[in-house]
């Protein structure tokens, strides 16, 4: 594309070219994948949509739990099975606990983990203390039991001396509890409010995915159901589960919907066997002051599931500027027509496709081969060669002897200079003046007065010192195009030269004393038209041979004998 360097540049539009092939295959193809493309936009535009703006959801939650469970020691009611959370939308319920009473400070014998089993003083350290014991140890070696030694520590003793959950786990009539979530959201882009609880909501329901989708009750027994989980074995040592809330919402007037839906999964890893620490739990104590002013406590192990209230949605709302953008994204899904008839036109080039005739005629008119942008660019011809040759190195010898890449070429129109030249003897001296109907006013066969270059095949080349002056009209030893009969009448022929000035310009003087200047450079155009054809882009780059430059510059000499020669562009 040009440079703007006017207003006139500003205002110009470009439009592409457009090739159509008249194929019923090829169109049928075309409409095939169009069809496709359009119908998936359509499902696409409706189904996810893409004519909405979206904005992601803000949420809070509070949770209640109800239920009272009966073990054979006591009652638990909701103040001791469940344990606020210091994470945020999560609460914990407990199902299992190992319970150790009347703790206070004092020295006792350490549990017999490995690290404390002890046979004499010795194995045991003063001041040691081991992250998976319960105390300090002061050094002594005394007895655990009648059968086991183990360190004496400073610690609440007695220590916790069951390492196991219990099972079945004493709390696993918690399935019966239920959990009460509210859940509010909020959408900022559309200043949309909302909550779980409807205006109608029934104390008395409980959450169930067919009968009661919408109830925010729900039994925990059913929670660890729907996540694929039985609640009796996953209460022996706890685990996590997650209760995911969705909203997707529809903030169009004509469809509104806004509810929410539940799912539920397990988040911890079950396998006690793969898994470092399998469940969820954590110890807790219950402090006391005994009569005497001693402080004492009751520590609790408690193993309990852990529940995760995750909420994500988006809600959607109509805008236009939205549906603008999926259209002009769509239309893009279009080009895969063209790109894959495209790809079927031009296959034939590939080697893995047969050749095909018809493949062959519309790539030519569909492809155009041109060459890339060149610091050196030369376009040259012979007489024995069909086509055009482009040469874009820098040239360290001369320029017969380089090899260039071959072009093709659009031949000229020459009918009307031939109508110009006489076609009988009689006729060209009924005109008058011989000098202007002969086109050549010399002998064929002098022998020339100079020596031949190397370089030269057909013998009336002259000797060059440019490089690119130094080619000959041939590329093998023959006849030099000169000595033809058609370079006399397309070239030499001053009537058909003087019929190209007056084309041009019909106020020419052809009387006029620099006219010869203008023949010749007019016979050097007549000769690239005729070898290189009418493309401009080749004749801008094109060198003349140098034995048909010295013939057209004795057929139409300087006044003073001074050439400019072939001007090197860069």
């Not at 009918?415 to 086109?439: K, M, V, W, Y």
Request: with cysteine; glycine share 6%.
């Amino acid at each position: 594309m040009p440079a703007c360097c006017s207003l006139r540049n500003v205002c110009e539009y470009e439009t592409s070219k457009v090739v159509r092939i008249q194929s019923v295959y090829y169109g049928s193809v075309k409409w095939a994948i169009h069809s496709v493309v359009f119908l998936y936009v359509c499902i696409v535009l409706i189904a996810d949509r893409r004519y909405q703006k979206r904005d992601a959801v803000i949420s809070s939650v509070h949770t209640k739990v109800k239920g009272v469970a009966q073990t054979e020691q006591r009652i638990y009611d909701t103040a001791e099975y469940t344990i606020p959370m210091q994470g945020i939308d999560s609460f914990f319920v407990v199902t299992n606990i190992i319970t150790t009473e009347n703790q206070i400070q004092g020295l006792c014998p350490e549990f017999p983990i490995a690290k404390a089993v002890c046979s004499t003083d010795r194995s045991c350290a003063k001041g040691r203390m081991d992250p998976q014991s319960n105390g300090i140890q002061t050094g002594r070696c005394v007895k655990y039991n009648a059968t086991v030694k183990t360190c004496e520590v400073t610690a609440w003793c007695p220590v916790e001396s069951i390492r196991r959950a219990p099972t079945p786990a004493i709390l696993r009539s918690a399935e019966n509890f239920t959990v009460l979530i509210k859940n509010n959201i909020h959408f900022p882009n559309f200043n949309y409010t909302t909550r779980n609880i409807s205006p109608e909501f029934n104390i008395s329901c409980t959450y169930n995915k067919i009968s009661a989708p919408y109830c925010p009750i729900f039994r925990l027994g059913d929670i660890l159901h729907e996540a694929g989980e039985n609640f009796s074995e996953v209460a022996i040592q706890g685990g996590i589960v997650g209760i995911e809330i969705n909203w997707d919402c529809n903030l169009d007037r004509w469809l509104h919907r806004c509810r929410p839906k539940y799912g539920f999964r397990r988040l911890d890893d079950k396998k006690a066997n793969e898994a470092l620490y399998p469940g969820y739990n954590f110890r807790f104590a219950k402090y006391y002051k005994q009569a005497s002013g001693k402080e004492e406590r009751t520590l609790i192990k408690a193993y309990g599931i852990r529940f995760d209230i995750l909420v994500f949605g988006m809600a959607g709302q109509f805008n236009f500027f939205e549906l603008l953008v999926y259209i002009g994204s769509a239309l893009s899904y279009f080009g895969l027509a063209q790109l894959f008839v495209d790809f079927l036109i031009t296959s034939y080039t590939f080697p893995c496709f047969k050749s095909n005739p018809v493949k062959e005629y519309y790539y030519r008119k569909k492809c155009e081969s041109v060459p890339g942008p060149r610091w050196t660019l030369l376009y040259v011809t012979y007489v024995d060669e069909p086509h055009v040759v482009m040469i874009d190195k820098l040239l360290r010898t001369s320029l017969q002897k380089v090899k260039g890449e071959i072009i093709h070429r659009c031949s000229g129109d020459f009918t009307h200079s031939a109508r110009l030249l006489p076609r009988q003897p009689d006729e060209a001296t009924a005109g008058g003046n011989a000098q202007e109907l002969q086109p050549l006013q010399k002998k064929e066969d002098a022998p020339p007065h100079y020596q031949r270059p190397s370089w030269c095949c057909c013998g009336r080349c002259r000797p060059a010192q440019p490089y690119w002056e130094q080619l000959c009209c041939r590329r093998k030893d023959g006849a030099c195009i000169t000595t033809s009969a058609l370079f006399g009448q397309l070239v030499l022929s001053r009537p058909a030269l003087e019929f190209v000035l007056l084309y041009e310009d019909p106020l020419l003087d052809l009387k006029a004393e620099a006219l010869n200047k203008q023949l010749r450079h007019c016979a050097y155009k007549q000769y690239i038209r005729w070898r290189f054809g009418e493309d401009a882009s080749l004749a801008k780059w094109a060198v003349l041979p140098n034995c048909c430059r010295w013939e057209i510059r004795e057929a139409f000499p300087s006044e003073d004998g001074q050439y400019a020669g072939f001007r090197k562009k860069k």
